[in-house]
């Protein structure tokens, strides 16, 4: 864990680390970015993602969704298993880029997106 991360600070995380949130979910935007469907990252970016909640408990980073979150999505023509997948795999790749922006290991590295 990094010197600098401190898990109790997390609870007030937009006072005490918006820019390392902002960094993280931005890293992962890209990351998804260049690899996927660009009308569907944005569009899951702009219709789910900018309501999740990024939680630190129990030295794991989580990153809850809202409720329903495909009824929310109104971006590229996608099917309901492609959007499932894709909106994994992206929520994956911000809860990496949370360990890695805050120096945190993450405890199990099964599943974890490089």
């Known amino acids: 864990m990094s010197a600098d991360f401190d898990p109790e600070k ?7 680390y918006f820019t390392e949130l902002q960094r993280a979910y931005k890293n992962a935007f890209n990351h998804m970015n260049e690899r996927y ?9 702009q219709t789910v993602l900018n309501e999740s909640e990024p939680f630190y408990e129990d030295g794991e980073f989580v990153v809850e969704l809202p409720e329903n979150p495909r009824e929310r999505f109104e971006g590229a023509l996608v099917d309901d298993e492609k959007f499932a997948e894709t909106l994994e795999i992206y929520v994956d790749r911000i809860e990496s880029e ?17």
């Open 37 to 45: 469907d660009s009308q569907l990252i944005h569009g899951i970016d």
């Open 98 to 114: 949370l360990y890695r922006v805050f120096g945190v290991d993450r405890p199990d590295d099964e599943g974890s997106v490089e």
């Open 10 to 16: 997390f609870e007030d995380k937009y006072a005490n």
